[in-house]
């Protein structure tokens, strides 16, 4: 079957540093996502990744292995503003998105 | 381009009455989804378009879901006889078929079933 299993709730520091992980099973694989989405609002897309490494874009970088079915969304330099559910989705061989049920992350001051 | 746009963005409705959503996606996108998320979850599929075909509905949508593309353009949901259950987010999203992107999200429709 298909699966996305990422952890329900993290807690960090303004100013600290993040790490969100996500593994995944997908029929076929096309690429993995990263969205963000704030309480009440609709996902924003924040990376892809459909070769292994890692890709940096400022504050955010996402980083794919796909030997092991594995991702993570690395947040640096907290803001209060970070505060928010991150989704991990899979794109699977039909190009449709499997999703997981996503990390909330509270941010403390 | 103004993104993908859904309407109404609450509803409040009775149980058992009939409500419709629209969704207008981004002009040259031709593949169209529509999920629904409550609280907590991820998005939960319900049904896509390419262009005006409907390829997939998920087995969990019931008969009283139904949608439709009718030029390929904007696309409608409709649920009758609501329920309850039903109160959650939907959420529509565009994108180009068989390209490696994301997709792109309207802000959803709020349904309060009462």
């Known amino acids: 079957g298909q699966n996305i299993d990422q952890p329900t709730e993290m807690t960090a520091t303004e100013g600290a540093i993040v790490q969100i992980n ?3 099973q997908t029929s076929g694989f096309n690429g993995l996502f ?3 989405q704030h309480a009440g609002e609709a996902p924003t897309f924040l990376s892809y990744n459909v070769l292994d490494g890692l890709e940096e874009k400022g504050r955010f970088s996402s980083f794919l292995s796909r030997s ?3 991702s993570y969304l690395l947040l640096k330099e907290l803001q209060m503003k970070d505060s928010a559910s991150y989704l991990c989705a899979a794109m699977d061989s039909n190009y449709q998105l499997i999703w997981g049920a996503g990390t909330k992350l509270i941010i403390k001051p | 381009d103004t993104g993908v746009s859904q309407n109404p963005r609450h509803k409040i409705t009775k149980r058992g009455q009939n409500v419709t959503f629209r969704c207008d996606p981004i002009s ?17 599929f319900l049904t896509y378009f390419q262009n005006e075909a409907q390829l997939e509905k998920s087995r969990l949508l019931s ?5 439709e593309r009718p030029k390929g353009s904007f696309s409608t949901l409709e649920i009758q006889r ?17 390209l490696d992107y994301g997709y792109t999200f309207g ?5 309060t079933v009462v």
């Open chain 1, 22 to 24: 996500c593994t995944y």
């Open chain 1, 34 to 36: 990263w969205y963000q």
């Open chain 1, 68 to 70: 092991k079915g594995y």
């Open chain 2, 28 to 44: 040259e996108h031709n593949r169209l989804y529509w999920y629904r998320q409550t609280l907590g979850q991820g998005p939960e």
């Open chain 2, 63 to 67: 008969d009283r879901f139904s949608a």
């Open chain 2, 82 to 98: 609501t329920e309850q259950g039903d109160s959650a987010m939907y959420l529509c999203a565009s994108s180009r078929a068989g």
């Open chain 2, 107 to 111: 802000s959803g429709t709020r349904l």
